[in-house]
Structure formats: C-alpha cells, structure tokens
C-alpha cells in the first residue's frame, strides 16, 4: 500500500434529518486490497457506501479519489463509474422486469449519436460476459431471460459480471451472499479473490463473519457511525475478531 | 395427471411463443372483435366506409395512449391530457380564426402543449406530489385557465377546408385512407423506437421497474420524468390539433371524452400499471378496439348504454390474457384451476 489510496474518506459525516448515520469516518482503501466491512444493522455500513459511491452526499468532510479531492456537491453514480468505483448491492442492483442484456448496459448503454441503443452488439457482449466471466451454464437462460426468472446466486452473478466488465479499480459488494445457497456462496467467494487476482480492490460487506475473515486483507468495524477496528485480518484470529465484535456490545447493556 | 401435465409446459410450446410478441394477444381481441361485428352488423362491417371512419377518429386518442403508455410504464400518471388536449386546440382555432394562422398556428398549440406537460412535470418531480393526484390538480388547473382565457366559448374553423395543412394533417390518401391515420402509424413506430431501442425509453422502464436501481445505476431520475412528461404534453397537443383540424371546430369540451378511453386503451394494451413494462403495439390495437366496440355495438342495434358495460368486460379480459401470458400463476382463479388439476 506504497501508492497513493484508491479513496479516502477524511472526517466524512452524515445525518439524514436528527439521525446521524456516519459520524466522524476516516477511511482509506489501498489498491489491490479486500476490505471487509463488519457491523450491525444500523451501524453506518450502507450509509458508508452511498457516500463512496457517490449515491448520496456526505452533509460534511471530504473525498480523495487517487489522491484527487471531489466536489462532493457534483459527486454522483456517474462519475464514480467514471472513477472505476462499482457497486453491486444485495438487492437492489438489477431491474427485475428487465432482460439480462438490457441489465449490463443500463446507465451506461452503446448509443449511436442519436441515443438508440445498439441492441446486437449490447447482446453480443452480455452473452461473452455470461459465458466467460460469469461462465453461466443455466438452462434456459439467455440475454433474453428476465432478471425475475433468475436464482438469487444467478443475480450477483450478473451484478459481479457487470462490475468486471466495465473494469473497475475498486468494487463494492453489499452482502453478495445474503440468501444464496452454500455452493453458490462458495462461486461469490472465489470471485472476490479474482477481484484480487485481478489486480483490483474490492469492499466486502458481510455479516458472515466466517466469509469476511477467509478472504479479506483488512477488516473494518463500524460501530453506531464510528470507526471500532482498523486491522490487518493477519493480526486477529478468527476467535478474537468475534470476541472483539461480542465485547462491542456490553458498554450498550451496562448503559 | 395427464390434465396436469398437459397444463404445464410453455416454454417451447409455438402458441405460448407466438403470445411472446408483442401486442398479439390485443390484436387477437381486436380480431375476434371484427369478425363477431361482421356477422351481428354485417352491413356496416362488410364495407369499408367503417374503417375510414375509424381511421379518421381513432389517431388523435391513439396518439395521446402513445404517449401515456410511456408515462405508465415509468410507473407514473397522467391524468390531465384531456385539459391539454383542449388547450392546445384551443390555441389553434383562436390563431387560425383571428389571425389566418396554419403552421405558424400549428407550432404555437404544440409549444404550449409542450409548455403544460413541461409544467406538469415540474410539479410532479419537484413539489413531490404522486404524479396521479398531481396531474388530477393540473387537469382542474389547465381547464379552469382554458375556460377563463376562451369565455368558454366555440371556436369554429370552417375555413380550413381546402387550406394545405388540413390536408397533410387529415386529408383522404386516393380519397379513401384518412392523412391522420398514416402520421399514428408513424408516431406509434417512433414511439416504439423511442421506448425500446432509446436510451430514454431504457431509463424510463428502469425508472418503472425501481426507483432504487433507477438510482443506483446513475439514471436521473427527476430529468428523466420531465422530460417524460414534457412529450406527453407535446403528444396530448398534437392529438388536439388533429382532432381540431379534422373536426373544424373548438369546443369547451375538447378532449374530455378521452379521459377513461384512452386510459383503458394503455392498460387493454398490455402496459403494467405497475411500470417498468410499457406494449406500444398493444396500445395501437386497444386503441383501435375501443372505438370498435362503439361503433360495433351502435351497428349492431345494441342500445348504445350498453357500450360502457362492454368496454369494461374487455377491459378485464384483455388485462387477464395479458397477465397470463405473462405468468399464469399471477391471476389467482388460473392458479388455482391449475393447482387442482394437477392433484
């Protein structure tokens, strides 16, 4: 981690309303290295990565991406996409009426000048993401298949392929594994350690805390907006990790 | 059993796939309407003088279902065409009258057309209401301001006969094929185009099927709606200077007959009221059935109350095809029969 980090968040906060979400985080992400982000429902995870990735606006503190300090005010979805940052979040990350070929290419579609969607090469491509990167073999499924009709492992496997596909620098997964059987788990697994493979950063966020210490370089807890644990996984077993999680609790019952 | 099994499979079957493509379950209705109107009104559904008839006053509806076919599929409503409608006729009968305006009186209806949806969009994306109550207001509000501004008065244009923008507007093709059903044709396939093959369209099924993923794959929302709302304006005038040109008049009424039509028309077409799927080409044949039905009914010596009931029993038997097309099991009854006889 000699270069210079892919972001940095330096005293971000955030409040919707009377509720503060993030309260003073301070936060780096170095090139080539999973991340994984621990906590509670509630403690700031989701908040943290619509501020990363430009869905909402931090109300105060600052963003470097590569060194570069952004405009907050003018930091959305599109110029983290132009950043090389993606998002694949749990659920919400695909439109379910939607053909697959239409889901690769939304936001960012191959146009001609006058804005028509070439529709062949779009397919053409979503078909070589299925079958290489993604290597789809389901039957009957095609780039024509509606997300509606795909399993819960099928859909990450579509959002990730995305990802890879448009190659991103820095990819954020929301809780890729929530809901999928153990052996389409295991398939989310092994892409998180192509993401490395790759040369890529990832940010894994993930309540199994079992998945997050196997695959992760550095851990991350946020607890109730706040940072708790920023540490190398090699420095914590998997035992002291939950115990440490475990002892996160006991000041909020003795209060 | 073997009902069971006979029930089942659709993925390879040629009936299922043919009812794939778009729009042709509607245009069966619409078949099955005319031939049912060719042997209880044979002398009017034989000839062709009914079809021109249809061709001449089906388009303007046509073109304002066009355009609420989009505003459904983006999950919205728009529920004060028939103010704009009336308006922009407004506007270009008082041109014409007074001023011995055509094209110039032309371009003036479809920029405040396009001024009102533009407006209408405003309110919706901006003040936050949910565009069915927020276009609800703006139907009062247009319509209050047309009757204010004309003294609820009846423009009549009888002048324009013979002039050249009435026939390239709704002049008769070989005397026979009226003008106004050619330029449908044409906007109905660029409204395709635009809904299918558009960046715009794509964000607008998006924006239809989750306003979560709209945002999070970086579409903007709130430009998209605007803009969404802004041609729904242009399209409803567009359709009121069609109706005006071919009927030679304005009246305070305009356009408000076509309120449930052509509500009926979208949903008889195929489009979800809950968005994210729009079917233009079963909005052209839901257009064209519910003219059909009136007419077929008046022809038929069916006394013409009895339009409405059959509209509406249309109405639900189309969006029931249309939804079992779809997925069977999304209509309770369907789903059901099906549990049984499989057991």
Known sequence: ?255 | MSAGAHVTPTRSNPVASFFKIEGTATALVFVVLIVVFMLTAPRAFLGYRVYMSFMASVPPPLIIALGLTLVATAGEMDLSFPSVVAFASYVFAFLFQQYDMTWLALLAALLTGTAMGFVNGLVVTKLGIPSMIATLAMMFLWGGLLTVVSNGLTVAIPAIDGTLIQSIMVGRVGGIVPMQMIWAIGISIFVWQLLNRHRFGENILFIGDSLKVAKVVGIQIDREKIKLFTLMGFLSALAGVFLTVETTTYFNQQGQGYLLTVIAAVFIGGTSIFGGSGKVVGTVFASLIVAVIEAGLVASGVQGFWTRFFIGLVFIISVVMNTAIEDPDKVPLIKSVRSRLRQ
């Not at chain 1, 950043?83 to 439109?95: A, M």
Request: hydrophobic share 40%.
């Open chain 1, 1 to 255: 981690m000699t270069s210079t980090p892919i972001v940095r968040l330096e005293n971000v906060r955030k409040q919707y309303g009377k509720v503060v979400s993030l309260k003073n985080v301070t936060l780096e992400i170095g090139s080539n290295e999973i991340v994984g982000l621990i906590g509670d429902n509630g403690a700031g995870k989701s908040t943290l990565i619509k501020v990363l990735t430009g869905v909402e606006q931090p109300s105060s503190g600052t963003i470097y991406v590569r060194g570069q300090k952004i405009d907050a005010a003018s930091y959305s979805v599109k110029e983290a996409h132009k950043l090389k940052i993606e998002t694949v979040y749990q659920d919400s990350s695909l439109g379910e009426k939607q053909p697959l070929w239409r889901n690769f290419f939304v936001g960012r579609p191959l146009t001609n000048r006058f804005g028509f969607i070439d529709v062949k090469a779009e397919k053409k491509i979503a078909n070589q993401i299925m079958r290489s990167t993604i290597g789809f073999r389901g039957v009957g499924i095609d780039v024509d298949t509606p997300v509606s009709r795909l399993s819960g492992g099928e859909r990450q496997g579509v959002a990730i392929g995305r990802a890879m596909h448009f190659d991103s620098d820095l990819i954020v997964l929301d809780e890729p594994t929530v809901a999928l059987a153990l052996k389409e788990v295991n398939k989310v697994l092994d892409f998180i350690r192509s993401i490395k493979a790759g040369g890529r950063s990832c940010i894994y966020i993930e309540h199994n805390i079992h998945h997050v210490h196997e695959v992760c370089d550095r851990l991350v807890v946020l607890d109730r907006g706040e940072i708790a644990l920023d540490a190398p996984t090699s420095s914590l077993t998997y035992t002291e990790l939950t115990d440490f999680l475990m002892s996160l609790h006991k000041p909020a019952v003795a209060s």
